[in-house]
């Protein structure tokens, strides 16, 4: 008869540590015309009764949505979530105040094995980053 510490299951590896992400809106049409315009993309929507939830168009890796909603409160205070800024930082930066964000860092080189970085404020008043490997 082993003790109760040999008989725990091995802790299982995670591929991927973040598997779902939603971005709060108070004005949910604003906040998906701000994504689909700095990403050039046209994101689904479903909106119900209770919530109104957009999808960032994905086919692998961690999906998300901009939801509006009952607890869907914006806020630039918490944790930064990095987006993916694709090969060039400055393709996706350039739309952000365009798009009604504000840039509060500016392209910023991290290393040669890091890539760049920027921090904005979306519509609606989210914080987030962007990374750019390249």
Partial sequence: MGTASSKMKKPVRLKELVSWFEIPAINFQQAVAFYNHIYGIEM???ISEVNSIAYFPTTS????????????????????????????????LSKIEPAGGRIILPKTW?????????????????????????
């Fill in 44 to 46: 689904e929507t479903v």
């Fill in 110 to 134: 991290i290393s040669a094995e890091g890539g760049y970085y920027a921090i904005f404020i979306d519509s609606e008043g989210n914080k987030f980053a962007l990374h750019s490997k390249a």
């Fill in 61 to 92: 890796g961690v999906g998300g949505a901009i939801v509006s909603g009952v607890g869907s409160t914006p806020s630039d205070h918490g944790p930064l979530i990095y987006l993916n800024g694709g090969p060039d930082l400055n393709n996706v």
